[in-house]
């Protein structure tokens, strides 16, 4: 059986190769870091859902104002290849 990876562990990952090809990624690691951290505590395996990501999004902050909710959703978009 194979061990599933935390969704922290895979964004770590991810940070790193971006980090060594020369990518600061301050708040957008900040971010990412933070979203698989909430994936993880929800326990969410598998490929990313809309749903998982909008609850991200719009749950975290209680005073988050739609601007800052686009722009989670870019970071996470962009990491996605979307």
Known sequence: MINAR????????????????GFKLRMEGHY???FAL???QHGHRGPLTDGV???WVQGQAKKATP????????VLARSRGI
Do not use: G, P, Q
Request: net charge negative; aromatic share 10%; glycine share 0%.
């Open 67 to 74: 601007l800052s909710w686009a722009r989670r959703l870019e």
């Open 32 to 34: 990412i870091t933070a």
């Open 53 to 55: 990501v909008l609850n």
């Open 6 to 21: 935390t969704m922290l562990s895979l964004a770590e990952d991810y940070l790193s190769e971006r980090r060594a090809l």
């Open 38 to 40: 909430f994936a993880d």
